[in-house]
């Protein structure tokens, strides 16, 4: 499967049979509700970028229900930070739900939700490679998120999986391929965008400058452990200036923009910022540990 290109219809077949089957979290109210999510398999052993982001996009009004796993190809997977942050990340599907409710954040440990992955999660591990599980994931959200930024670590990846999120039926898809290789919106080069909007796909570039961010080369977020990505994490949240608050700012700016909490990308860079610099992003990330703690006891 990952010789040849997945076409799109494969692509969107799978993933309809894996949300299909999988374990859902309800949401009552999705207005604003995005996952911010990449597929990994990038190779660039960055922090946890859309993590981080995660709790600026929350602070700022976006409810995020994130869709994430353990570590397969990178040094630090989202379960894998969000566990040494202290949140609970077995949370029942209703607890998450309330989590998304009360905190605006909530975090799907994806295989609590897709029961057959389970027996591949081991395989995918041994493998070490990127597989069409790093597609499907993405596609697959849980809570039925209606907005998605997604990022994919191939330049052609980007008109196929905003495609299949077309088919799959997203309000809006923001598609990013950084190209200097990350499977995020990136800070060292131009992103290729791949939008979903109003029904309609179109694709373009964005880059750093057009935001007056100042351009850092992705060595500048490189972790070798979870407790490194942790201590970067905090490191933003805490508003500590450098290139990794920066790309945090960029990607929690343009998943705000993905949750229509804001007309441009360049509006939700001005309120991820307030959102970190008044402490309301850190906020977020405590009301979330004490939240799925107490819903854990439960």
Known sequence: MRVKKETIGEITAAAQVMREFSTKVLVADKTHLVDIVG???DGSHTFNISTCAMFVAAAAGAKVSK???????????SADVMESLGV????KPEAIAQCIEQVGVGFMFAPNHHPAMKNVAPVRREMGVRTLFNLLGPLTNPAGAPNILMGVFHPDLVGIQ?????RLGTEHAVVVYGKDGMDEVSLGAATLVGELKDGKVTEYEIHPEDFGLTMASN???KVETPEQSRAMLLGVLDNVAGPA???VLLNAGVALYAANVVDSMKDG???ARAAIESGAAKAKLDALVTVAHRLSQA
């Open 269 to 271: 860079i001005d309120q």
């Open 67 to 77: 869709h994430g796993g353990r570590s397969v190809s990178s040094k630090s997977g």
């Open 39 to 41: 597929t990994g398999g």
């Open 245 to 247: 608050k920066e790309i």
């Open 219 to 221: 060595r500048a977020f």
């Open 162 to 166: 905003v495609r299949a999120l077309e």
């Open 88 to 91: 609970n990340i077995n949370l």
